[in-house]
């Protein structure tokens, strides 16, 4: 859910939702308004001067319709992707994080606690594998030492 | 439930790299963990601890919960006599920082940079220098 400026929640369906239509919006009035410039510097427009040969209709779809409309389409089609990293979950504080599980510097995951190979990689919302114990009922090791933040 | 997965390429890069970095540095191990953990972090980070020691007897581990947005830090008892828990406090601190904006990468480089520097050298055992990983010199 985001956060309207009033405190509103908006599902990200519609924010998106909304700025493809402001898009569009957007790219139409620029289709329109672009050739009316164009329009009124030549009144010759139709050829009658020789030296201008008319425009034929296709033509005219094709520069000031369909060009605009794809290059405005494909700029949107690049803003408005997922996201900047393919399969990569952004974090956001506050959200829930559904992520897979991820170890750095193990050479591999045979190194890891057996007994928390199904519990670390439980989702919220999960229920606990019944083989899997409790690891708050582990008693502390006074010699390990470390240190522990929140935010 | 796989949700995918929680770094891109680069970023992976990226971390690996900053792991690499310190334990080039120190000669120590420092795994980071990055997943959602059910239960007291501290016991998950002991636990898990316990079943590192294969890497060696001077092990930093690092724990990072996203969703319960808490960062736990476990030193084993020999690695603890080189980095201070007050030492590892700090990079705790440094790190929540850059994780409550949203910077999960950046806080994890910074504070392996940061207990990588806080790292005291081995001590000098018999005349010879102390175990440390393949990266140290004889």
């Known amino acids: ?151 | 439930m796989a949700a995918g997965e929680a770094f891109s390429r680069d970023q992976h890069e990226r971390l690996n790299e900053a792991v690499a970095a310190a334990e080039e540095q120190t000669g120590m191990r420092f795994p980071v963990y990055v997943g959602t953990v059910h239960g007291d972090v501290r016991h998950f980070a002991e636990l898990e601890l316990a079943g590192l020691r294969e890497l060696g007897d001077e092990v930093v581990l690092t724990v990072v919960a996203p969703g319960e947005r808490v960062v736990q830090i476990v030193t084993t008892a020999d690695a603890r006599r080189r980095l201070s828990d007050h030492a590892c406090g700090l990079a705790t601190l440094s790190m929540t920082t850059s994780f409550g904006l949203g910077d999960l990468v950046g806080g994890i480089t910074v504070g392996l940079r940061m207990l990588a520097d806080a790292t005291a050298p081995p001590r000098q055992t018999h005349g010879r220098p102390a175990p440390t990983s393949s990266t140290s010199t004889p």
């Open chain 1, 1 to 151: 859910m985001l956060r309207a400026r009033r405190g509103r929640p908006v599902s990200r369906p519609r924010a998106l939702g909304v700025r493809a239509l402001f898009t569009a919006v957007t790219a139409l009035g620029l289709v329109v308004i672009a050739p009316a410039a164009a329009f009124a510097a030549r009144p010759d427009v139709n050829g009658v001067d020789g030296h201008n040969p008319p425009l034929s209709v296709v033509s005219g779809i094709l520069i000031f319709f369909v060009l605009p409309v794809g290059l405005t389409l494909l700029i949107a089609l690049f803003f408005l992707r997922p996201g900047s990293a393919p399969g990569a979950q952004r974090y956001r504080p506050g959200r829930d994080w559904t992520a897979d599980a991820t170890w750095l510097g193990v050479p591999s995951r045979e190194h890891h606690h057996p007994a928390l190979a199904g519990a670390e990689t439980l989702q919220h919302g999960e229920e606990r594998p019944a083989d899997a114990p409790d690891v708050a009922a582990a008693p502390p090791d006074e010699t390990i030492g470390g240190a522990r933040g929140s935010w």
